[in-house]
């Protein structure tokens, strides 16, 4: 969707083109201006030597007048003459109509000066109303709710995009990003019929986009009182055709065949959804549950080890560090086998890893005949070890003995 680099950039090469512009137009105007005030000054100058020569002739015309070589009807008639030449010569010069002329071609300059002027200030205008400002407003908002943690401060947030988006909706109804943003933002809000509206305006323009359908079928199924109607079976159906392991339609999936008791299926859609799914995520978690749920009513357990974790006492954390706990196959590759994450605000701890933790499109825990527990406390946030954490390990367990809580102590800095 727009970020504010370039935004910014825009706006600068658009001032930085107008400008250029007024150089362009107005630098002819004011070569002709000063074109002008030469060509004025030239004139003049014709002007100064026609009236010299002018009162030469009239002091040789005195000399031949006194020494009778012309009569004094001669003499009047030369300097007549003389005159209408030098009139015609001043009428004839390129300044002669100076002060008609040139009050208009100022006045044309001065006119074009001024809406050079006002050009900016009218740029300005149209682009606070219907420029990219109102995209800047609405991308920084939505900046604001990545770092907001209050609910409240979060809802504000909400309710402000949800008006500028449609305002801005209404001036480019076509924009994909904002009807898929805005359809998110109603859903949030359980406005759902609402949101159906806005996804189906988005999918008109794309039609084969896996995950716009998959929310579109979810927003469907809350506006149905959470019910599989054919128009949700449809969506789901349109969005497996174009990704089988779309996440959102699989979990759905998975709710449908629990609700219709077909335990197995459902798990085998919630194992699925889950390989896709970042592990600790919100997500993540509510998967695992369902297919715990899954494995109860079918009178399965899964295979897993139960801990107990906590912070040494001298070990002092902030308590936003995120907490990786999970297992890995002993004597063999550090990839996790089942993971979860927790804050060290949480703890002390007590859970259980099991098949339902699998990494994404990683072996499961079950896989695995002795395993080892490991709780890591992340200064980067990252999985991968680095300089700097803290952990604590526990030594290798067999899984199928592995009956009570082990208990690890986060106590060692990995150097």
């Given at each position: 969707?727009i ?10 090469w658009?001032?930085?083109l107008?400008?250029?512009?007024m150089?362009f137009?107005g630098?002819?105007l004011?070569?002709r201006?000063y074109?002008?005030?030469?060509d004025l000054?030239?004139?003049g100058?014709?002007l100064?030597?026609n009236?010299e ?6 002091v040789?015309?005195?000399?031949q007048?006194s020494?009778g070589?012309i ?13 209408r030449?030098?009139l ?7 300044g002669?109509s ?6 208009s071609?100022?006045?044309?300059g ?6 050079m002027?006002?050009l900016?200030?009218l740029a300005l ?5 219907l420029?990219a400002s109102e995209?800047?407003a ?6 604001q709710r990545?770092?907001v ?5 979060n809802?504000?947030l909400?309710?402000?995009?949800i ?5 801005r909706l209404t ?13 998110r ?14 996804y ?12 716009l ?11 149905e009182?959470n019910?599989?109607?054919p128009g949700?079976?449809?969506?789901m ?6 990704d089988p392991?779309?996440?959102?339609v699989?979990?759905?999936q998975g ?10 299926q ?5 194992q699925q959804a889950?390989?896709g799914t970042a592990?600790?995520?919100g997500?993540?978690?509510a998967?695992q549950s369902?297919i715990?749920?899954?494995k109860?009513?079918l ?6 080890v139960s801990l107990?974790v906590r ?10 560090k ?6 890995v196959?002993a004597n063999?590759?550090?990839?996790p ?11 002390p701890?007590n ?5 339902s ?6 072996r ?12 890591r406390?992340?200064?980067?946030g990252?999985?991968?070890?680095s300089?700097?954490d803290?952990e604590?390990?526990s030594?290798?367990?067999t899984?199928a003995?592995?009956?009570e809580s082990?208990e690890?102590v ?6």
């Amino acid at each position: 969707m727009i970020d504010n680099l370039t935004l910014w950039l825009a706006g600068s090469w658009g001032w930085l083109l107008m400008a250029l512009a007024m150089v362009f137009v107005g630098a002819p105007l004011l070569r002709r201006h000063y074109r002008s005030e030469s060509d004025l000054h030239k004139a003049g100058d014709g002007l100064a030597v026609n009236t010299e020569l002018y009162q030469q002739q009239l002091v040789q015309f005195q000399q031949q007048l006194s020494d009778g070589d012309i009569d004094q009807q001669q003499y009047e008639e030369l300097v007549a003459e003389q005159q209408r030449i030098l009139l015609a010569d001043a009428n004839s010069q390129p300044g002669s109509s100076r002060h008609s002329s040139l009050p208009s071609a100022l006045r044309g300059g001065w006119l074009l000066i001024a809406a050079m002027l006002l050009l900016p200030i009218l740029a300005l205008f149209l682009y606070q109303q219907l420029g990219a400002s109102e995209d800047l407003a609405i991308t920084q908002l939505l900046e604001q709710r990545i770092t907001v943690d209050k609910p409240e401060d979060n809802a504000v947030l909400r309710a402000e995009l949800i008006e500028k988006i449609a305002k801005r909706l209404t001036q480019q109804p076509e924009h994909v990003g904002y009807l898929v943003i805005q359809a998110r933002l109603l859903t949030e809000v359980a406005q759902f019929q609402q949101a159906i509206i806005h996804y189906r305006q988005a999918l008109e323009l794309l039609p084969e986009d896996a995950s716009l359908l998959a929310e579109y079928a979810q927003a469907l199924y809350f506006a149905e009182d959470n019910r599989f109607t054919p128009g949700v079976e449809l969506a789901m159906e349109r969005a497996l055709a174009i990704d089988p392991a779309n996440v959102t339609v699989l979990g759905l999936q998975g709710i449908q065949s629990f609700s219709a008791g077909d335990y197995r299926q459902a798990l085998v859609s919630w194992q699925q959804a889950l390989t896709g799914t970042a592990p600790g995520s919100g997500q993540a978690r509510a998967l695992q549950s369902g297919i715990a749920q899954a494995k109860e009513r079918l009178g399965e357990s899964l295979p897993g080890v139960s801990l107990s974790v906590r912070l040494s006492s001298d070990i002092q954390v902030p308590p936003e560090k995120t907490v990786f706990i999970y297992a890995v196959e002993a004597n063999a590759s550090p990839m996790p086998l089942a993971i979860t994450r927790v804050t060290a605000a949480d703890l002390p701890v007590n859970l259980r890893l099991d098949d339902s933790m699998a990494m994404p499109g990683g072996r499961q825990l079950s896989s695995a005949e002795t395993v080892q527990m490991i709780a890591r406390v992340s200064q980067s946030g990252n999985a991968a070890p680095s300089q700097g954490d803290i952990e604590g390990r526990s030594g290798p367990v067999t899984l199928a003995e592995a009956v009570e809580s082990i208990e690890l102590v986060i106590d060692t800095v990995i150097p």
